[in-house]
């Protein structure tokens, strides 16, 4: 994932080296290097008519946050799988990955040395070096180098292995330096670069196979209904909405809102003391055995207080500091705000609890540099796990209506065969990339009954036809069509009726 973009890099495109003894002028290519090696007897030509200077975008790019520990560990075998030539591997995001594990090879970071540079017998502490802090499993971060500028999320890169100069030659100053080493971040230089829509290993082209039986897509559906009514205490109706919410994204943008949104949140939620795990954990273990992105948030009051949420930069050490809503498109996000406990928040607490809120809301997050604030858009569904109704304005209310007694944990996932489980990651991961439209013929249909929702209750904003219209659009591709019907819309009106009914009987 890109985390930050550094300053402009300027390199000889083009040079020319002449040999001091016979006089022979060789024109190279500087693309794809940092350190030019001269032949002996040769020296470089500074004639500006064959020394073209170029530029070329550095980015700061660490592992995909939040990334679930299936995904990890079947990206892994695709490396081991990939095609070997000469005795490195060559295959697509496997190739990046050995590239970020080749120097440390634990999945643990802590304060202990790690090795660094190629072949470099130095050590730098890592509490040392800003620049090695990033990154997820103990992954150092890759400088991808690009002759054009780039602004994606998160992409898949191919190319070439910078030149490390050994730890050995530089010294405090050069750690200082607005831009890190090769021997302390790992530089690739970007031949082939391509946006990726998804993280989910198991979405291949073969896989849309599965859109094309509707039996299959019904089943998967099912299956996927069964597991989170499992979960969520047998109630059917936060499972319904549970799965839409997994399926959601943000398809598109106007001026200020982002279309395709739904937060969730689930209220009346059971306290199951404190020898157990929270509801919110046990439907936490479940999701994450699904989705190839997730991440936990307890809504605790040291959390709120404590935890920096949006990122910031750091002009010292020219980085970019994470933060705990900084995710990469389609990361799921659950909230337990059943764990915030009555007291006082602080400064950063109410940054934190707005910026929360303005993810909810808009999909929006806040960068911090230091003396001014830049929002740049995400896409990450928020589930929020709530008592009562929750302090994270701007969702959707479902009451939790539960038959069972407590949270089956991971046993809903656990009495699942691998195919089954390998079933579900493949349908969600599907679902989500359908591209779903809206038939003229319905839209007279929608238009009608808005109109007729608006005699009915006339606080019926714009707001709420959009809410219709996302669930509607996440209906469809729960059931693995690219086109809105009427009874994907008639299901809605259902949906949204039972849950109105819970919300008055409360």
């Known amino acids: 994932m890109i985390q930050d973009q550094f300053e402009p890099e300027y390199y000889l495109n083009t040079y ?12 190279c290519c500087g693309k794809y290097r940092d350190v030019f090696n001269y032949p002996p007897n040769y020296e470089l030509d500074e004639d500006p008519a064959v020394a073209i200077t170029d530029e070329r975008t550095t980015l700061y790019c660490v ?6 520990e299936w995904a990890k560990a079947a990206f892994r075998r695709d490396t081991e799988e990939g095609l070997e030539v000469g005795g490195e591997q060559t295959s697509g995001r496997g190739a990046k990955r050995g590239l970020c594990d080749e120097d440390g090879g634990d999945d643990k970071m802590d304060s202990s040395d790690t090795q660094i540079g190629d072949g470099s017998s130095k050590r730098c502490k890592q509490q040392d070096e800003g620049h090695m802090k990033e990154g997820d499993g103990g992954q150092k971060p890759v400088l991808p180098v690009l002759d054009e500028k780039e602004g994606r999320h998160f992409l898949s890169c191919e190319g070439l292995r910078g030149q490390s100069r050994t730890v050995q030659a530089e010294g405090a100053a050069e750690r200082k330096a607005r831009s890190p080493p090769p021997s302390l971040v790992p530089r690739l230089h970007c031949i082939l670069s391509r946006l990726l829509s998804h993280s989910n290993p198991l979405v291949t082209g073969g896989s849309l196979a599965l859109l094309k039986d509707s039996s299959a897509v019904g089943g998967a559906r099912e299956l996927a209904l069964s597991v989170l009514t499992e979960v969520l205490l047998g109630d059917r109706l936060a499972a319904e909405y549970a799965l839409l919410h997994i399926l959601s994204s943000v398809y598109g943008r106007t001026e200020v809102l982002a279309l395709g949104s739904f937060a969730v949140n689930i209220s009346q939620c059971p306290l199951l003391g404190a020898q157990s795990l929270s509801f919110a954990t046990s439907y936490f273990s479940v999701l994450q055995d699904l989705v190839p992105k997730c991440h936990f948030l307890p809504m605790t009051l040291t959390n709120m207080n404590t935890l920096r949420f949006t990122p910031k930069k750091d002009y010292e050490t020219n980085r970019m500091q994470s933060g705990k809503l900084q995710f990469s498109a389609g990361t799921l996000l659950v909230v337990d705000e059943t764990q915030l406990s009555p007291g ?12 929360l809120c303005h993810l909810c809301r ?4 806040h960068y911090d540099f230091q003396y001014y604030n830049t929002e740049f858009s995400c896409d990450t569904p928020v589930m929020v796990f709530s008592e009562g109704r929750s302090i994270i304005k701007d969702n959707c209310e479902v ?3 539960p038959v069972a007694l407590a949270p089956p944990g991971d046993r809903a996932i656990k009495r699942l065969t691998e195919p089954q489980v390998r079933t579900l990651r493949e349908y969600l991961g599907v679902c989500r990339e359908i591209q779903c439209s809206l038939p003229t013929e319905l839209q007279t249909v929608v238009g009608n009954d808005f109109v007729a929702l608006r005699r009915v209750d006339p606080g019926a904003t714009a707001d709420t036809l959009h809410h219709l219209l996302c669930l509607a659009r996440l209906v469809s591709i729960s059931y693995g069509c690219a086109e809105m019907s009427a009874d994907h819309w008639r299901h809605v009106g259902e949906l949204e009726q039972k849950r109105k009914n819970r919300l008055l009987s409360q």
Do not use: H, M, Y
């Open 16 to 27: 020319q080296l002449v040999n001091t003894s016979t006089g022979d002028k060789v024109l």
């Open 63 to 68: 592992p995909i946050p939040a990334e679930t």
């Open 344 to 355: 006082r928040l602080n400064e950063q607490g109410v940054q934190n609890l707005a910026s």
């Open 362 to 365: 808009w999909q929006r997050i």
């Open 399 to 401: 009451p939790l209506d």
